[in-house]
């Protein structure tokens, strides 16, 4: 077994203690208070005393500080759903694990779901959150424990001591649309919900301003994760004006798209193009084989931990990164190339 490249981990790098003014804004009490309760000192109810103390052990006031970053996907608010299970997020906690261990961090990923309290007092330097939606109940508790942050997928704004990461969805939205365009596509739909982060508002705008350029009936239909079968995709590849081609945002689009089509009788790519945004390396064996979209998270989740571990060990915020996506063609959306003049190539 080769042993590993010391050149490849680096010195550890001192990490700050947590701070009564941290311990305050978890607790939600004044800075006196919290000195007052951990002193067993001054006037307050045995409650609150009790409440600061488990806030300060939670956070581990005193302690060494942590070496542990987290990492949440807070896509969807409050509800619970396993964004592990998904090949996409499964992908971006594997490379941030080792991007992190590789600067002598530890990395946890918490569960999707409310679990604001919890992040009030669980103990980590810092925090990357992936697809976080404007608003993000969890991003306001995490900055009012003033900690570092990244973002994978561009917030709205950006605090003081935080970072984004993200790919550039217009391009790649354009590049996807040209790329049916050019196989003969001119009725193009996507599927494109029910995130409101700002990688599924980006794809949609971008859309929106390629079909009005290119002349292309604008169609967008919401993703129904529970439709593991896709049947709600029927009515809109059933119709009579049915689309000729569907780009889906998400992993399981592509699937859903072909069992629709084949419940509709339309042959992918005769009748049907079809490309999705997945890093699931079953479509390389589905029939046909679809076209994918790799937002490359590897990159972006290693990107984001390098970042995060900057930011914890005393370097300014403010810092943005573009990572490149790949379009991946296959044999769904390789129906025969048009000239330009539009003939059938």
């Not at 119709?239 to 339309?266: F, K, M, T, W």
């Not at 046909?288 to 900057?310: F, I, K, Q």
Request: charged fraction near 20%; aromatic fraction near 6%; hydrophobic fraction near 40%.
């Amino acid at each position: 077994m080769n042993s590993p490249s010391t050149n490849r981990f680096r010195t550890l790098t001192p990490v700050p203690r947590v701070t009564l003014a941290e311990v305050a804004r978890a607790a939600e009490v004044s800075v006196a208070t919290v000195s007052n309760a951990l002193n067993g000192t001054g006037r307050m109810a045995e409650s609150t005393r009790a409440r600061v103390r488990a806030t300060a052990a939670a956070l581990g006031y005193g302690e060494p500080p942590p070496r542990t970053l987290g990492l949440a996907v807070t896509t969807y608010g409050t509800l619970s759903w396993d964004f592990a299970g998904i090949p996409f997020y499964a992908r971006a906690i594997s490379a941030a694990t080792a991007a992190a261990h590789r600067r002598g961090y530890a990395l946890i990923a918490l569960p999707a779901g409310p679990a604001e309290a919890l992040w009030r007092t669980v103990p980590v330097a810092g925090v990357v959150l992936l697809d976080s939606p404007a608003d993000d109940p969890v991003v306001r508790v995490l900055r009012e424990r003033g900690l570092p942050l990244v973002f994978d997928g561009r917030p709205d704004r950006l605090g003081a001591r935080e970072a984004w990461v993200d790919n550039d969805h217009r391009a790649t939205t354009y590049e996807v649309l040209d790329h049916l365009a050019s196989r003969g596509a001119r009725r193009i739909a996507l599927v494109a919900g029910p995130g409101e982060e700002h990688y599924t508002r980006s794809c949609l705008a971008a859309y929106e301003e390629w079909c009005a350029a290119h002349g292309n009936p604008p169609r967008v239909v919401p993703l129904d994760f529970a439709d593991r079968e896709g049947r709600t995709l029927d009515a809109l590849l059933g119709a009579s004006d049915s689309p000729d081609a569907v780009y889906g945002l998400y992993d399981p689009c592509g699937h859903r798209v072909l069992a629709s089509a084949a419940r509709c009788g339309l042959k992918v790519p005769r009748d049907l193009l079809v490309v999705c945004a997945s890093e699931d390396p079953a479509y390389g064996a589905t029939a046909p084989p679809v076209s994918t979209v790799s937002l490359a998270p590897h990159r972006t989740a290693r990107a984001a931990v390098s970042a995060l571990v900057d930011l914890v060990e005393g370097a300014s915020g403010q810092v943005a990164q573009m990572i490149p996506a790949r379009l991946m063609p296959r044999e769904s959306s390789l129906r025969g190339a048009t000239t330009p003049s539009g003939a059938a190539g």
